[in-house]
C-alpha cells in the first residue's frame, strides 16, 4: 500500500481492538482478542437495540432508532462507497445494505454499485467529488 500511496505512511491508522483498550482499558475485562475486548467492556452493557410493542403486544426491533437511520448511511454505507473505489468486495456489508434499505427505503446500493446520487443521505466520498483511493489520500494530505 505505501509502495502504490506513499502519502498512507503520513496516517496512523489503529486497529479497532486497540482503539478500544486505548478509550475504554479500564472497562475491559479480557482483551485478549477482539470478541472479548467488545463483549467484556462495561461500557457496552447497556447497549441494547431497542424494541417497540405491536398492537398485539409483541415485540419488534425499533428500526426507525439511530443504529438503523444513522449507522447504516453514515457507517457502513460509506465504508462500502470506499471499498468499491478500492476494488474490495464486500459481500457480508452487501447484504446487510440491500437488506436495511428495503426498511429505510432509500436505495444505497443499485445494480450493485453505490448509489452516486445519495448526495445528504448518504457521507459517502463521491458525493463531496472524491471517486478514487487516489482522492480520498490527496484530500486527507491537503488538509
Not at 483498550?21 to 472497562?27: A, E, L, M, N, P
Not at 462500502?80 to 476494488?87: H, K, P, Q, W
Amino acid at each position: 500500500m505505501q509502495q502504490t500511496f506513499p502519502q498512507v505512511k503520513k496516517f496512523k491508522v489503529e486497529k479497532v481492538q486497540q482503539w478500544l483498550i486505548d478509550h475504554y482499558g479500564d472497562q475491559i475485562t479480557d482483551k485478549s482478542t477482539l470478541l472479548t475486548t467488545v463483549r467484556t467492556n462495561k461500557a457496552f452493557d447497556e447497549l441494547v437495540h431497542p424494541m417497540k410493542k405491536t398492537s398485539s403486544g409483541k415485540y419488534v426491533p425499533n428500526f426507525t432508532y439511530r443504529y438503523m437511520v444513522e449507522d447504516v448511511p453514515y457507517g457502513i454505507v460509506v465504508q462500502r462507497a470506499v471499498a468499491e473505489m478500492a476494488g474490495v468486495k464486500t459481500p457480508v456489508l452487501d447484504e446487510i445494505i440491500t437488506w436495511a434499505q428495503g426498511i429505510l427505503g432509500d436505495e444505497y446500493i443499485v445494480n450493485g454499485k453505490i448509489n452516486e446520487k445519495l448526495g445528504a443521505n448518504a457521507r459517502i466520498p463521491q458525493a463531496y467529488g472524491l471517486y478514487t483511493i487516489e482522492d480520498i489520500l490527496n484530500f486527507c494530505s491537503s488538509v
